[in-house]
């Protein structure tokens, strides 16, 4: 635990500084919601093809799932949130214009989780 997974558009590849994020949110999450930076895991997912509403192109979707043990309140789950969002305003450069589409939520673990 946590256990993050990060899905995102394949053409923000190289805008996506997914090194630099997941360091930075590895700290946010120890900071705000109590993890052991040992038991932080971010795995990252590019989507080759996105689609928003009826148009083509332009547009990228990147959403990050945290999952936490349960017991975390859900003031805790909002922040951390809300600071995903910030690194990922921090870590993503776009300067082809796209219109990047970001969300971030925190799921619970459940009660069979268990880890090696």
């Given at each position: 635990?946590?256990?993050?997974?990060?899905?995102?558009?394949?053409?923000?590849?190289?805008?996506?500084?997914?090194?630099?994020?997941?360091?930075?949110?590895?700290?946010?999450?120890v900071?705000?919601?109590?993890?052991?930076?040992?038991?932080?895991?971010?795995?990252?997912?590019?989507?080759?093809?996105?689609?928003?509403g009826?148009?083509?192109?332009?547009?990228?979707?990147?959403?990050?799932?945290?999952?936490?043990?349960?017991?975390?309140?859900?003031?805790?789950?909002?922040?951390?949130?809300?600071?995903?969002?910030?690194?990922l305003?921090?870590?993503?450069?776009?300067?082809?214009?796209?219109?990047?589409?970001?969300?971030?939520?925190?799921?619970?673990?459940?009660?069979?989780?268990?880890?090696?």
């Amino acid at each position: 635990m946590p256990q993050i997974t990060v899905d995102y558009s394949q053409t923000i590849t190289p805008a996506f500084d997914r090194a630099g994020f997941a360091r930075a949110l590895h700290e946010a999450t120890v900071e705000i919601a109590a993890a052991k930076p040992e038991a932080c895991k971010t795995q990252f997912r590019a989507s080759e093809l996105t689609a928003f509403g009826y148009e083509e192109g332009g547009h990228a979707v990147v959403h990050v799932t945290l999952g936490l043990l349960a017991g975390r309140t859900d003031e805790t789950k909002a922040k951390l949130t809300e600071a995903v969002l910030e690194l990922l305003r921090k870590h993503i450069q776009d300067d082809q214009g796209i219109v990047l589409h970001a969300s971030a939520e925190v799921r619970e673990l459940d009660a069979s989780y268990r880890k090696f």
